[in-house]
């Protein structure tokens, strides 16, 4: 109870003038003695530090009275230390600049300097200790809080330089979100080190260096002292036993601050101590609570599960009545929850977590409340983490019950809970957030100490599982803003493993994005901390004595900062970087010899940490510290991780193989430290064990499985190290199934080792076969698609070079030249290849009488090396016998044919930008230039190449060069092409004729073919394999089969790749009937691995396992195959919206119970609230991951799912497979999804055809490379000249798209026609084409073809028919040409739409503007399940898509950075004069705005540069309720920037997961007037189209308007739903 003299002088006592009189003033009149007065005033200063309040002038004025009262010249050595102490305590937070000059730092030394002139005897030999440990503590803590507003400061100063640096101009907003994350004073704050925190001599550290090394050290002596203290188990004689238990859970929670566990848990277990000789119960408890946590946190779950049942122990014996009691039974419930999920007694576990979840709610809102929940969140982070497999559907369903469905969404809610502490305690400024309580105070009162250094260091712990579980699922640009976050902090408290323990993670996640640099520099700033030896500058000497005469006086308000050991210089980031620090400053030349000797070279960069080589028993921190070991050990495994990004693969093997000893020493050496310092503390001495088991310490489990997944990722990498790593592979499974589930990374890490078994035994059983990847697959699908050659030699596609008539028929006889056996030369990243000196073209020649037994020779011009396995040219058939072996020279003129051709090396001048204004754009005077936009003009050139011809893109379709070429006429082109057309006319008839005659020839084995291919599909247990001969065939059959296998090859040849090539195409060798237990056996491995993801999974290892389990399945299993493919796309924006989805429902849940407070009972409001809960439900629960096992349950969800898809719709989902989850495969798979069908997958591998799907993507970046190239032209003419060839070249890979990579399957994109008769014709065609051997049982795929009659060429009717009947092509071809020149004439356009969903890689190319779709509605989604939210929000009332467009309902943002004055000119007018428009012109909108424009209008349309990501960012974005329709006409409004092996992201899926009905935008970069061009006609077109008008039609139709129809009219696309007005 607080005496009543502190509640009289706490409010009562004042003085006219407003001042405080204190007790020493009141008691004057009383003759007190002076000992009396100092003890009632020490009792007066006690009083008020138990008050719940600011009682901070209250303590300074009474300190001053005793300051006064003793004097050092008095005898009161210890008194005035005390005083002195209690002072700097009051400083710490206080200001007093005003009354004395001393500062808390001040104080607290002259107090030791005291401390130590005391006089030691028996009677004070206790309080001695106790006060030299509480100054050492104090010490320590003065010193960080000083350290904390230095930092503060800094951090506002550069916040305000970065916000600066944010007004810079680009023309797109795909690196806005990284800009956003930048801090490039990120290490300003790094001014500490390893070296500093453990006073070790780490070779020359300095004075300074050493003061700031004890500095460090006071908290080891403080709990040295302590220790001294409480060795006798007794209640020692200090002033206050409360006071100094109190001061050891403070020593104890800085320790956790400083990431040093076990010196945590010997602190706690002192204050354990000391309860139980005061007989506080409760504080045992409490200690003991902590030490299990801390225990729980080392993987120590034996030792935890002891201190636990002491811990029950002691709550049994409690005072149940206490205000703390429930709190800590409430802890000790949660604690043995988790000791059950340990164990793997999860039913247990589960039902306790539940009880203190569900008791939670019903507490005080207090602080120490919300840290329990914010624990107990964690752990429900914990058992929703656990694989289906042992948390089963039943228990996970209790916690989806209490709204938790993804560990990311509980470890997020439990970091905002902590986030809300600290805010409530200390305001914004030490996160550093823009919170708008930043103007709180922090008092220091009650438990306010020690929960503020609580909170801080479970903040930290929280955010490091927090990142940790976003970059396992990929989210990395949200785990980089926590990371960069949790870094500042760290740097803030000084804690410098902290500090080392983020910039790993940090390094991490840059390696997922394959910024190797900046990782590499986040490593070497681990390093830096960890080894560093650079001398540090913010410490002084200690003073020796200070005179402190503080007078009377109140508070000056906030405290300002506080002096401390660092000079006042000149601004801290001047000539000052962190790359500076890092170097360790060199010795000096001696005078004498500074004249003759040499400078002395800097020393080496250190790569690797010293501790590496230490022995096993070394002594130093880095080796002998178990948190300090590991956070080496992880710093080494992602070293190994970035040697093997950068192709160092022996390097990161070797780190990799010796992480494991490593981690397997330590966890040795460990174990017995810890039951060394514990083992003693676990019970009375009269109870404990004779023999005490060492603990099972599993902390370093999880780096070692992490380790294993490296090296599962390496052998996917590199399948040559495949053999060389299986049994690394075996006991990475073997050890992963010895360790217990709930490690967080455990089936991340077993699925990887799945899939790399699983693809070991792929290209396994390939090798054994002879035959491709490709082809070991190929078994599953019932039809093959057979790359034919065109059959018109004429209307191939030939690559456009300057060879001579006479070269090219020689080509076709060459023999390819066999790859060398040596290395091939590299070429510098800096340096361009050379041109290898040939000659002239007359010089060509083939030796053709040479000697036979005289190798190939190919001399070829030298280029920068691929990666080895993929061929960019077909592999040619073999020679006849009597052929001779040709010596080719290729030069200029005549690259080999085939071959990928790289974009030339770019010039010197190409490398330097032109800082000249350029004063045209594409609105110039184009007229005047047409005459003269030729190649042969011969014009002064003044962009980045001299000579401007056109510049080669690598289009396998129309062919490039090395070298400048001419550009061909467009009428030449159109000539041919009509000279074409007249043949194929012509030639059809003969084919026709051709065809008769070879049906009558296989006519007569028709039956025999049939009845043996009802014998293969009657067999159970086997796969079909129909171009392949089966056991029990007779003469005659096989003669048939081999007859047609050979016209299939003589088909094929052409562009054929390696038989061994992953990527190749189906080989003559399949794996036979026999081999159906291999297949089999993958497609167990990828289940298994599947299943252990599947809950939660990352998107490339889930996408990659989807994909082959897809390929493996095929076509006997549709419905799977289907499912499979579209799960395979857009897993992480699925988890951001299931993050998004999770905080609206809680937000809407807390604002529900505020409405129902408010109308006690108005079931309007409730009704409305309740409805937009049950959509958000809804919307949850069709995004939830399955937690169950792939099995009948997604099939059948599945096919729900296809139910739903509106009618009219169809959906193609395209996506790109490969064996190697970095590479982007050739394998493109095509699935349809309609309404009332079943789904139809196609496989399409392109690797065969003269352009594979990779080399067309790399094309398609060399268009957007080139073109920002030419931007940098100077010169009207030279602009103009290299944008139409650009224009020409795109619309070249358009055509290749269409033609040659989809060719005859591209009628699968056009939607379904309602028309009966369809699917009759399908129906009986089907049984025709099943007398010629087609296997398929369903007639879907027919009715596709039949749908598409009008696209289709003859070369895609006989390729059609090889490929679905290869035991009898001709009649099937026959049967095709007849019925679709039936329907042909007939074809309509159909009435739906089209959505595509496409994968990371494919999403870049402009599918829309291919010839067979202009004339149909598409739209693109990121997968099915939008499409299907996209279905339940247009049952919203005020949907857009159920009731249209209102065409006055429209908010515009024209020209915001008042830099397209053109655009503004021409729309600004014709805006502004509309009825109903509301915008902003010319002028930057508030964020504000652009929310109400996208949540209060029908339409908005942005012209500015980029997406508008400036004014209003993503994340705010994606959780609004979009309302309005957006047309956003800026640079790369639509494009997503991959980094790395990740997903896309940008800010079209932004709009998309905030519901916009429809978002169009442009996929790359787009000029300013040809783009108003679109924006006119588009806009026009629809808003003047009448009622029911829709957009899509007008997106299409404008692609006309600009001059570049293709380089800029096949930009925009659309995301979404179709739409239309009112």
Known sequence: MTPHWVSRGHSNLTEDNGETQTLKEGLEGHKLDTETLVNVLFAELKAYKTVQGDTGQERYNVLCDLLELCPEESGRLHERAIGLMELAQVLCYHSYSQQTDCSSLDSIHEALRLLELVPRSAQNQDQLLDDQAQALLWLYICTLESKLEKSIERDQRAKAQGLKKLEEFEPNDLNHEDRLLEDPFLYDGVHFSLAAESGEDAGGVSQTHAVLSALHQSLDDAFTLWKQLLGTRRVPAVRSPEQTAASLRLLAALYKLMAKPLQAMETYLLVRDLCRALGDSLGMASALGQVTRLLFQLECPNYAQLFLEEMESCLQKADGSDSSYLLQQQTCLLLRSQLCCTNHQLEEGLTLLLQVLQNLPHQKTTKVWYLLRAHVLQLVTVYLSLPPACLSLELRQQLFAQGWQMPEMALSEAQKLFRSIILLLMGSDVLGCRAGVSDVQFVDCGDNLLLKWQVLAD???????????????????????????????????????????????????????????????????????????????????????????????????????????????????????????????????????????????????????????????????????????????????????????????????????????????LTARSAAALRDGLGGSLQPPALQPPALQPPALEMLDELVASAYAALAVQSLASPQLAEELQEDLEMGLTFLASCRPHLPSWGVSRASLLLAKATAAIYHVASKHGSSVDGVFAASWTWQLSTLASAEPEEVAVPQTLTTGKARPQRRKNTPAMAPAGPKPRVKRNQRAKPVAVPSSDDVFAVGGSDSEVPPIVIRPVTVPCTPRQKAHPAQPRAAAAARTPFTIFNESSPPAGRARLPRAPKVLGRVKSRLQVTFSDDSDLEDLKAGLTPRATRKKSCAQKVLPPKSSGLRGQGSSAHPRRVPRAGAAGERRERATRRAVGRREEEERELLRAVEEEHETSCKVLWASKEEEGAPGRRHLPWHRQEGMDGEQEVLRQEASEDIMAAQWLGRGHPLHPEGTVSSALPKAGDVSSLDTVLELLKDAFNCISYCPPSVLYSQLCQLLALATGNQDPLSTAYLLSESVSITTRHQLLSILHRKIHKEKKSAGDVAEQLQGLSLQEGCLEKRCHHLRELQKLFTFSPTALGSGERDGFQAQLEQIPSGVAVCVLTLCSMQPGCVGDTLLLTRLEKGAAPLTLRIPTAPNTTPLHLLLRDFDTIQKEQKEANSCTEKES????????????????????????????????????????????????????????????????????????????????????????????????????????????????????????????????????????????????????????????????????????????????????????????????????????????????????????????????????????????????????????????????????????????????????????????????????????????????????????????????????????????APVAYGLPVCLQ
């Open 1279 to 1610: 602009w103009w000249l290299r944008r139409f060839e650009l224009d020409g070249k795109m619309k070249s890979l358009i055509e290749t798209l269409e033609m040659q990579v989809l060719g005859c399957w591209r009628g699968a994109l056009i939607p379904t026609s309602p028309d009966p008769a369809l699917a009759e014709e399908a129906a009986r065609l089907h049984a025709q084409l099943r007398c010629c051997g087609w296997r398929d049982a369903d007639p879907s795929l027919l009715k596709v073809v039949l749908n598409a009659a009008a696209l289709l060429t003859p070369h895609d009717v006989q390729a059609l028919a090889f490929g679905l009947c290869p035991a009898r092509p001709r009649q099937a071809q026959l049967l095709l040409q007849e019925l679709l020149e039936k329907h042909r004439p007939c074809t309509k356009q159909p009435p739906g739409s089209l959505v595509l969903v496409l994968d990371k890689h494919l999403q870049k190319l402009p599918w829309e503007s291919m010839t067979c779709l202009k004339a149909v509605p598409v739209t693109r989604l990121p997968s099915l399940r939008f499409l299907l939210s996209y279905s339940l929000a247009q049952k919203q009332p005020r949907s857009v898509l159920s009731r249209g467009v209102d065409p006055s309902s429209i908010f515009y943002v024209l020209n915001p950075h008042s830099n397209l004055l053109g655009t503004e000119k021409r729309f600004r007018e014709w805006f502004e004069r509309e009825p109903g428009w509301k915008g902003v012109t010319g002028a930057v909108p508030s964020p504000l705005q652009i929310q109400a424009a996208l949540q209060e209008h029908d339409l908005y349309i942005y012209m500015g540069h980029g997406a508008g990501a400036r004014f209003l960012d993503g994340q705010t974005l994606s959780r609004l309720d979009c309302r309005a329709v957006a047309l956003l006409f800026g640079c790369s409004s639509a494009a997503l920037a991959l980094r790395g092996g990740l997903e896309g992201s940008g800010i079209i899926l932004s709009y998309i997961l905030a519901g916009c009905p429809l978002v169009l935008g442009n996929l790359w970069d787009v000029t300013d007037r040809d783009i108003d061009r679109y924006a006119q006609a588009l806009l026009e077109g629809w808003l003047q189209g009448g009622s029911a008008a829709p957009l899509l039609s007008s997106v299409a139709q404008a692609r006309q308007a600009p001059r570049l129809k293709y380089l800029i009219g096949a």
């Open 459 to 665: 903040m930290l712990g929280c955010l490091e599982h927090l990142v940790a579980l976003l970059s396992r699922l990929e989210m990395v640009s949200k785990a980089k803003a926590f990371c960069l976050e949790a870094i500042r902090l760290a740097q803030k408290l000084q804690s410098t493993r902290w500090l080392a323990s983020f910039l790993v993670l940090k390094a991490q996640l840059e390696l997922q994005q394959s910024e190797l640099e900046l990782s590499n520099f986040s490593l070497e700033h681990v390093l830096f901390l960890l080894e560093s030896s650079t001398e540090l500058k913010d410490s002084k000497k200690q003073k020796d004595q200070t005179k402190i005469l503080p007078r009377k006086g109140k508070l000056e308000g906030k405290k300002p900062r506080t002096p401390i050991s660092e000079p006042p210089g000149e601004e801290e980031c001047f000539l000052k970087g962190p790359v500076l620090e890092l170097v360790a400053p060199v010795s000096r030349l001696e005078k004498a010899d500074a004249l003759t000797a040499s400078p002395e070279l800097k020393p080496k960069r250190r790569k690797r940490l010293a501790f590496l080589t230490h022995p096993a028993s070394c002594p130093c921190c880095l080796c002998s510290d178990l948190a300090l070991s590991a956070l080496c050990l992880r710093w080494l495994l992602c070293c190994a991780q970035a040697e093997l990004a950068v192709g160092s693969v022996a390097g990161g093997l070797a780190l990799l193989r010796a992480l494991r000893p490593r981690c397997a020493a």
